[in-house]
């Protein structure tokens, strides 16, 4: 139980065009969504905290206007890349976090992560 | 969420213990310590997580010292499919608006 998925594992696009990640819980209801972005031989930067029907609470630095979350259902949040760059590169991974009393004793539940190259 | 520090690399032979140290001396009472790790090119993997006494599991134990202000992640017959970032996060267990958050992780390399 407690999987999370993502889709698409990988795209490539190019400059100027938006692309959207989808991440999904698909045995459980999760409340809260995160997102992460990695570079190459860094950790996961958290760029964003995403609750079920309401606005996405982003970190110092992520522009929100650039990096549109909708997280509209308990088992779905989408990332949408506005206008790339190849700046934008890079290993996007969401987790989600269950309901109170879910039963789940971990709490956090990654997903395989999104391959983003912008050429 | 407390700080931790994690060597940032280690290795170890095929079928040998690897330990992995963490050190959280700034931890609070109601805080748990939690490993993920994270295989190249793939999300975080839970492994392990526990408050003051060792935990094991099927994949690892966790030796929590009796002040808390380290542990040690201990694989106990390392393969080479444990080659992985190894991340050591110290959080409140359940609920609240705790912030996940990542530090550098231990890279470690198992070799044959």
């Known amino acids: 139980g407690a999987v999370v998925s993502q889709h698409p594992s990988w795209v490539i696009c190019k400059s100027g065009t938006s692309v959207k990640i989808e991440c999904r819980s698909l045995?459980?209801?999760?409340?809260?969504m995160f997102w992460y972005r990695q570079f190459p031989k860094q950790s996961l930067m958290l760029m964003a905290t995403?609750?079920?029907?309401?606005?996405?609470?982003?970190e110092q630095g992520v522009e929100k206007d650039k990096f549109l979350i909708n997280h509209a259902s308990l088992t779905l949040s989408t990332l949408t890349v506005t206008s790339a760059h190849p700046e934008d590169s890079s290993f996007y991974i969401c987790?989600?976090?269950?309901?109170?009393?879910?039963?789940?004793?971990?709490?956090?539940?990654f997903g395989p992560g999104t391959r983003l190259t912008v050429t | 969420d407390a700080k931790t520090t994690q060597p940032t690399s280690m290795d170890c032979a095929e079928g040998r213990a690897a330990n992995l140290p963490c050190n959280h001396s700034?931890?609070?009472?109601?805080?748990?310590v939690y490993w993920y790790r994270q295989i190249h090119s793939q999300g975080p993997q839970y492994i392990i997580h526990?408050?003051?006494n060792n935990e094991t599991n099927e994949m690892a134990s966790l030796i929590i010292t009796e002040d808390r202000k380290s542990s040690t992640l201990i694989l106990p017959h390392a393969t080479l499919r444990d080659t992985a970032v190894y991340y050591c996060?110290?959080?409140?267990?359940?609920?609240?608006?705790?912030?996940?958050?990542f530090g550098r992780g231990t890279s470690l390399i198992v070799h044959p």
């Open positions: 526990g408050l003051k």
């Open positions: 996060i110290v959080r409140v267990a359940s609920g609240g608006s705790y912030i996940p958050t």
């Open positions: 995403s609750n079920e029907g309401s606005k996405a609470t982003y």
């Open positions: 700034t931890i609070s009472g109601n805080e748990y």
């Open positions: 987790s989600a976090r269950p309901l109170e009393g879910g039963g789940y004793y971990y709490e956090q539940y």
């Open positions: 045995d459980f209801q999760a409340t809260t």
